[in-house]
């Protein structure tokens, strides 16, 4: 994970009032007034934007899918910025009054939206945000990166009037939004951000989290019949550390048979500048591969230990994240480097017990590794540095989704609903 590029943010900081940077598309409103012609083609100004403005023209559907229960963050409301509701529009009113309806045509990625409008008085800007309704299983599935077209039409009276087409680039939704630089106006009073003007959403890589992926159960009938557990996986029902240990090591021993190791591959192509994103293999992919870097093996450890009913944590740093673990009573009390999981190949060795002993050692060693890194940074986390973060899991998951399980969905009435 890398941390964004102040100096180019710096430079895009607007002075004074704000400056609409988009290209503006030359649209009609209309009216029918017994008094004025029907509004016409020239007549207003409209720009298409979207919120917050750092994502530029590119649609991030990994974001989309769960961010629509934040609304509050750090103990601010920011409903209207960290919002799934993306499109703003603004419209020059060439005359008070008038009522104008407007279209967003529905689209592989979202459903038909329409709402209506009353222009403000002459020369005031109309802002219209029109409230999203996403197609949140195809969010889900926007696997590869792709231009989207998009269409808005303004009708008055029923009759329609003229169309915006705009083209923007939807982004895989194995693109993971972790920061996102906001503009001075954009913040609302009290909002925390970063020494580069970004506000960190850590929370977001919880998405990356499956716990109910069926990989899941094979990996556990695998431990079982490969590694002495008498009780199962029980999680703290034993009592015993040695035994809760045994139920993760028993974990870690499977994905290391499985010849998942460490792959430092998260760079994306073409991304703005003004987001921080990294690349995320989800759970099969990632086992697929046999391969993971210090998210993805995390988020993998984590969804089987959540699984299992264990209390995982997700620990972030500027350029790494690591996996915690809590006690019975989910105080965070264990630690695991998940990078160290190809540290050992279990083919180079000849019985079963070799194997077995050998992912033990590799284990302790992941776990002490883990334990002096979050000694290293927590002070960083005690003194709440926004480029560093604990994130608890079972916390997160109240209004997180997780991804790739689909948990989230539109009912009838176009209400956007958490499965759990």
């Known amino acids: ?41 020239g007549d207003v100004a ?18 989309l899918y769960m961010i629509p229960f934040i609304k509050g963050y750090g103990g601010v409301n920011v409903e209207k ?15 008070s009054g008038a009522t104008i309806e407007l279209k967003m045509h529905e689209s592989e990625l979202n459903e038909e939206v329409v709402e209506q409008y009353t222009l403000p008085r002459s020369g005031d800007t109309l802002w219209m945000q029109p409230r999203m309704v996403w197609k949140y299983d195809a969010l889900r599935r926007f696997d590869r990166t792709r231009n989207l077209a998009l269409r808005w039409t303004i009708s008055a009276d029923g009759r329609e009037i ?22 001075p106006y954009e913040r609302p009073q009290g909002l925390a951000v970063n020494e580069d003007g970004a506000i960190e959403i850590p929370e977001m890589f919880a998405g990356y989290v499956e716990e109910e992926n069926p990989e899941i159960d094979r990996i556990l009938e695998q431990a079982l019949r490969e590694v002495f557990l008498p009780s199962g996986f ?9 035994y809760l240990l045994q139920q993760m090591c028993a974990v870690w021993y499977v994905l290391q ?16 500048e003004n987001v921080r994103v990294q690349n995320i293999r989800f759970f099969s992919q990632a086992l697929a591969s046999a391969q993971a870097n210090c998210v993805e093996g995390t988020c993998m450890l984590a969804s089987i230990y959540q699984r299992i009913n264990l209390f995982p944590y997700l620990i972030l740093t500027p350029n790494h994240m690591f996996l915690g673990i809590g006690d019975k009573e989910g105080n965070l009390t264990y630690f695991l480097e998940t990078t160290m999981i190809g540290n050992v190949k279990l083919d180079a060795l000849a019985t079963a017990e070799e194997k077995w002993e050998a992912s033990k050692a590799n284990f302790k ?18 003194a709440e540095d926004p480029y560093y973060a604990v994130i608890d899991l079972r916390e997160a998951r109240k209004i997180i989704p997780s991804i790739n399980y689909g948990s989230v969905r539109t009912d009838s009435k176009g209400k956007v609903v958490l499965v759990r």
């Open 365 to 382: 060693d992941a776990m002490a590794t883990a334990k002096k890194e979050f000694e290293e940074v927590k002070s960083h986390v005690d």
């Open 162 to 183: 003229c169309t915006v087409n705009r083209t923007f680039s939807g982004r895989s939704v194995n693109q993971g939004v972790n920061a996102l630089f906001l503009y």
């Open 257 to 272: 048979q499985s010849g998942v190791s460490y792959s430092n591959a998260t760079n994306i192509p073409g991304q703005s």
């Open 234 to 242: 029980n999680d703290y029902q034993s009592g015993s550390e040695d």
């Open 81 to 95: 910025l960290l919002t799934k509701d993306i499109f703003r529009l603004s419209l020059v009113s060439p005359r």
């Open 46 to 63: 409209v720009d298409v934007v979207l919120t917050p403005r750092g994502f530029r023209d590119q649609i991030y559907t990994s974001y």
């Open 1 to 41: 994970m890398k941390k964004l590029d102040v100096t180019k943010f710096g430079k895009r900081i607007w002075n004074g009032s704000l400056c609409l940077v988009a290209a503006v598309f030359t649209l009609c409103a209309c009216s029918k007034d017994e008094s004025e012609p029907p509004l016409a083609a």
